[in-house]
């Protein structure tokens, strides 16, 4: 079991409207959603495809804003940042991880690491990062000359390099076959349990939130439970 | 690393951004290869003004005395003023030269340009200073000794510098239709230099100078006559040799003038000289034929319509390339930035400020068009420039005249650079509106929606090919709008190097066939009397012409600003020199009017039955006319009468040149006396050729570049529809298409946009050349001719081009990768 007591609260979601289009067309992606996350918790946020997690991921990393409510991280109100504001908190707080990599194809797997010392000031040492994820020997190759799983330690790599307050990941295994995903995933578990790092992942994969410290599940937009998980599994122990 | 992220990308998309550093480079190219030339011939023109105290001013008259010197000398705002002496002679030997001869006893105001020898001095006895150009095309050395003849009295002097003259920055014989070195020169020498006494006695022996003449111009001569009819000699009873006499024993210095100073140069403080009119003709009494400022004088005014000519060129022609290449950038940016949508997303989404982004992406512009830009500064400045100066230097005289750049070249650098970038940052703007969690996903396709074509009732029966194209247009229209506009400017460019050809030839033909029905031109010196011409003219049968400078306006006694200065042209009406009208059909000059030229007559707004008013250059008497005709000449503008309405108003006849129908007149008639040069059909056709050389070049380097534009535009317009439709040809490749039948359907929209760039592009090819040749001066009129021949010869060439550059994407049609393609994996 692990110790969370004397946590902080670090995301506050509350009461979050979000919707797309106008008239007829107009969607509703997030109804009425509030949750809240601790501080160095492993989140899953877990739902079908249309569910609205995503969406809830795009607002906790300022990549999108409420229609209304708000979200609280880190004790600045996202919701109400203006575009430069949202820039910054994206550099300072928020390291995201994509489901198809993101990286950058002509830049190689270190100068994608290196690229945010252009962000940051404080970035981390690619060449540490990339050893940290294990690529170490791929440092020269571009995204291209690298499997999917190699990419996405490199995007780990890259989100880890702005020492972000919170790590979100949307579906970051998805385009990964099961084995590379369990290498991903442990690492994003190993950077919550051993360097305390938040992370929240967005998935439609019901096994992962057996590692999750809370599970949030939403359905058609709304929250339908939100649940601790007392006993959460290291990734390795799971049969996937 | 987003410098380095540039630099990959900018070579994985090679072929676009070199199509746009050869446009930035083309275009500054060609500012820099007209404007170098250009800047630094008024800079050393202004070099040489400041050396030579050019004049402002010219006032040309019968004679001026010390005291109208010193009258203009005493107005407010003139600096500097002289007198001085100018006569046309010839070299005794060096194919009889014609020399501009400046008598002068001080060098005040233009000054000759030192340029080897000693320097110009006035107290050297024996001495005169005579064009560098000319002395170098006959070999000739400082300490020569040259002898030239003035109305018969023979000079003999040595060389004591070369020079150039700054009033003659320009100059040819009259014989010459264009510049020929070996047969003009300037000559200045001191006033003292010039036998005065064996002038007058010459003239007094050849009849052309009598007792009234002399009485007329010499005070001494008036004494002298008044003491002899005291002695009790009559007037009258005065014989020629009793004249002579009398001419002895007065002093050259006193018979001088008999030789009066025609000129007054003066320099002003900057007071404009036109406005000065009322004041000069005031302190002289009005006894003054013309006053001339710098726009005036032939020398310098053929000079400043050229160094005008490339100034227009330089902004005109690199604004066609500038337009080409902004489009260019926006349809290549465009793309680029949409096929980056995910890459700006992830950049937003870790963080990256707006303003970095769009910045790396302006940098792919700014760098490209940056490096194109300087690149074309180079090579315009340093290699075409240079040329086109060497070039230019075979025709004017400006000493040290090479290349230079000025402030306006950092200008035009900046502009394009700023032009291609802001272009960028229009298509960035567009990604960096849209949220970054929207940009993460690929842009949603554009809604399907028929197209305008797709309501002809005939759609259904189009092929595939032609749907498909029809449908790719409707989506990329920024894309075929540059690929016509591409088309369009090199068919303009190409119709007007093509028509160049057929115009020059056309007034070839003009000149040779219809204005000119002899087949030789016999030069009259200027001591040539009317008689011994008349004679010559009964030996071959020919047709007396005089030429004159004259001044021109719609009013009598015009202000300055009124008068154009121009040719007079007095024929015989023996149909040797002939007339065309607008239409260059032969025309005939009805007798009791004048024939003005059409650019003549339309910049004074005149018409048939209009009167217009002339006068000698020389002289302050003014004419009336009537035209009777308006003609049309290539080389030659001005008015055209005939003798015996010219003879009417009281003026002398003096011809100039005797046309014959005879092509060898014979050896007789080449050493006759009063006879200069002979020229017959083939010299007047090689001095034609010599001045089209000029035309040639201009053209010749606008042909490279009318080359040059589509293909840079297709191939671009090409590559972009080949990027954006890649998916589909891979897909279909999957059904088997062959790489052939791809090609094909990628070239026939190409096609399509340069039979419309063909089409729009042919009718301004004219317009361009038009443009071209009235920029060369007030003295051309082309006519610009262009028949079907010159249009499809260019089109085919264009269409061609286009089907070339379809050749060139057959490699990457046939290494197309279907998987990888399909997958979406750049």
Partial sequence: MRDRSNQKQIVEFKDVIKKYGQGEGQQLANDHVSFTIDEGEFVVILGQSGAGKSTVLNMLGGMDVPTSGTVEVAGEMVSSMNDKQLSKYRADVVGFIFQFYNLLPSLTAYENVALVKNIVKNAGDPEELLKSVGLEKHRNKFPAQMSGGEQQRVSIARALAKNPKIILGDEPTGALDSETGVIVLELLQKLCWEQHKTVILVTHNADIAKCADKVIRMKNGKVREIRLNESPVPVREVEW | MLSRKMRREILRNFGQFLSIF?????????????????????????DMYLVT?????????EGFSEEALEKIRSLKDIKDAQRRMHVTANAKEHDQAQLEVYLMDEAIVSKPFYVSGTEFDLSRENAIWMSESFANAWNLKVGDSFTFVYRGIEMTKEIAGLIVAPEYQYMKADKDLDVVTKNISVIYMAYREFPVKDYVKSMIKKGELTLEDAVEHSELVREKLEAMEKLGIARESITKEQLLKLVDEISEEKLRQMLPYVEIIFTTDGRNVQEMEQEISDALNGDYAVLCDRDDIAGIKVMADELSQHDQFAVSFPTVFIAIALLVIMTSMNRLISRQRTQIGTLRALGMRRSKIILHYLSYSFWVSFLGAIAGLILGT????????????????????SVEMDGSFLVVVVLIVLACTGATYLSCRKVMVVRPAESLRPAAPKAGKKILCENLPFWNRLGFNVQYNLRDISRGKLRAVMGVLGTAAGMMMMVAAFSSLTTIQNAADWTFEKLQNFKAQIDFDGDVTLERAQELREQVDGELVQTAAVELSVKENAKSTERKSTVLIVTEGKNLFRLTDEKQRLAELTPGTVAITKKLAEEFDLKVGDAIYWHLYEKNDWYEARIGLINRNPNLQGITMLREDYERTGATYQPTVLYTKDADPGVDVRNAKGVLAVHDDADLRESFDVMMQMIYLVLGVFLVFAMVLPVVVLYNSGNLSFNERVKEFATLKVLGFQTGAIRRLLSLQNLWLSVIGIILGAPFGTKLLQFMFDSNGDSMDYQVMAGAFEYFVSGAFVLVISLLVGFLFQKKIRRLDMVETLKGIE
Avoid at chain 2, 53 to 61: E, K, L, Q, T
Avoid at chain 2, 391 to 399: D, E, L, Q, S
């Fill in chain 2, 22 to 46: 050869i446009l930035a480079m083309l275009a500054v190219m060609l500012f820099a290869c007209m404007k170098a030339s250009n800047v630094s011939a008024y800079h050393k023109q202004k």
């Fill in chain 2, 53 to 61: 105290n050019m004049a402002d001013g010219w006032i040309y008259g």
């Fill in chain 2, 382 to 401: 340093y290699v075409l420039g240079d040329f086109i100066a060497k070039v230019f230097r075979a025709w004017y005289y400006i000493p040290g005249w």
